[in-house]
T-cell receptor, first 110, second 110 residues
Framework: NAGVTQTPKFQVLKTGQSMTLQCAQD?????MSWYRQDPGMGLRLIHYSVGAGITDQGEVPNGYNVSRSTTEDFPLRLLSAAPSQTSVYFC?????????FGSGTRLTVV | SQELEQSPQSLIVQEGKNLTINCTSS?????LYWYKQKYGEGLIFLMMLQKGGEEKSHEKITAKLDEKKQQSSLHITASQPSHAGIYLC??????????FGTGTRLTVIP
């Protein structure tokens, strides 16, 4: 099925652990982005990419790294997880008809 | 920086009633998106508005962008339990990314 696939759907981490949230799309879209959603805050942009090899920071980039080696994949890395990074993370692609979001990864850092 | 204010923050209506959700921007809107989100799920695209005075409808949902392009409204006619969820408005930032409002939580009582 065409779309944006995020894995895992749920994750619990201990403070200081590292992990990678995966995002894959099969629509050949150049633009991809990561958002986090917190209660009462809406979605906030973490990082985005305008194409393979090009990434840039969004509104809340601290504590996160990204890379874009292929058009299809845009992983989000947490090098040392903190409780403040407990959130729901959404990946999105941009196309001529708008934005398509993945189903999200719910991350809890204890 | 841009601000998007949604009102009301939450709404409880009886099934069959009409309702309106507003999204007000501190800056001119060049692309305004409406999404719906159910708990634990991703964002479902509803509508995109770009032109001042534009109005779009899909099933029982109508969205409008005012002439000055600083406010959008989402109107649901004859609400149903299936309309329940969180409604988010998002504005394009000019870099193929969205800046979101904080959301409106809609509950429809059967």
């Amino acid at each position: 099925n065409a779309g944006v696939t995020q894995t895992p759907k749920f994750q619990v981490l201990k403070t200081g652990q590292s992990m990678t949230l995966q995002c894959a799309q099969d629509m050949n879209h150049e633009y991809m982005s990561w958002y986090r959603q917190d209660p009462g805050m809406g979605l906030r942009l973490i990082h985005y990419s305008v194409g393979a090899g090009i990434t840039d920071q969004g509104e809340v980039p601290n504590g996160y790294n990204v890379s874009r080696s292929t058009t299809e994949d845009f992983p989000l890395r947490l090098l040392s997880a903190a409780p403040s990074q407990t959130s729901v993370y959404f990946c999105a692609t941009v196309h001529s008809f708008g934005y398509t979001f993945g189903s999200g990864t719910r991350l809890t850092v204890v | 920086s841009q601000e998007l204010e949604q009102s009301p923050q939450s709404l409880i209506v009886q099934e069959g009633k009409n309702l309106t959700i507003n999204c007000t921007s501190s800056k001119t809107l060049y692309g305004l998106y409406w999404y719906k989100q159910k708990y634990g799920e991703g964002l479902i695209f509803l509508m995109m508005l770009q032109k001042g005075g534009e109005e779009k409808s899909h099933e029982k949902i109508t969205a409008k962008l005012d002439e000055k392009k600083q406010q959008s409204s989402l109107h649901i006619t004859a609400s149903q339990p299936s309309h329940a969820g969180i409604y988010l408005c998002g504005a394009e930032t000019g870099a193929n990314n969205l800046f979101f409002g904080t959301g409106t939580r809609l509950t429809v009582i059967p």
